[in-house]
């Protein structure tokens, strides 16, 4: 049975328990960003024991990996693909392959490298490029601090890899750089969302063709910008807590 994925509108992600049964609707325009929650049993286990403070790093590492797996497969729905002419052992027939030119795939450092494996195992002939971001935590403001991908980023899928959404401005930063590059298909693939986050970006990058593919979408963001219940520190969790 295939993944299962629900798109909402983007108001419909600040309902809270009880206020209604989230409604799907049909393919979004250009300027209504797709949100899709990835609905699977699968999806839900491994997201629960990423969750559990009891769960150390390294079962944190294995879970992010196989989960990111599970979500890239709902992200590449839509890959660009072209029909190419085989010959099987049988007969000659149609099929199809990736286009060119080749999607990218950008980890938000440092966390984000933590996913990088999972879209990569599903998606092995894809570009890899980097963006080192920080988020201030007295302003939640996010900055770049390194780049590495082509500068020239145009007609490209680009998949952007970031544990968490939650204030939504590292997100839009790194959206917005790849949007000047030249993309023009831009897939964010988190593992949780917040709310507040998902507003912020269909309201930053309206125009914008931006699909969010997550595992969930929780109650809130705490005072200090964390997602609730949400998992704590993805980069802290996943790799030990930086001094």
Known sequence: MPVRAESWPVGAASRRPGAGPRQPRGPATVVD??????????VAHKLTTLRDQRTDSATF???????VTLLAYEATRDVRTEQVDITTPVAATTGVKLSYPRPLVVP?????LGMLDGMVRLLPSAEVGFMGMVRNEETLQASTYATRMPEDLSGRQVYVLD??????????????????????DVTAVVL???????????????????????????ERLNEHG?????????GDRLYGAAE
Request: glycine letters at 10%; zero cysteines.
């Open 33 to 42: 960003m797709r949100l899709h929650v990835v609905d699977h049993p699968l």
């Open 192 to 218: 949780l969302a917040a709310p507040e986050g998902v507003e912020v970006m269909e309201r930053e990058l309206a125009g914008t063709p931006v699909t969010v593919v997550t595992a969930s979408v929780d």
């Open 163 to 184: 544990p968490m959404l939650a204030t939504g401005g590292t997100l839009v930063a790194a959206i917005r750089e790849l949007i000047k590059r030249g993309a023009d």
């Open 226 to 234: 964390y997602i609730v219940p949400g998992l704590g520190d993805a």
């Open 61 to 67: 590492r294995r879970l992010a990996d196989e989960l």
């Open 108 to 112: 938000i450092l440092r966390a984000g």
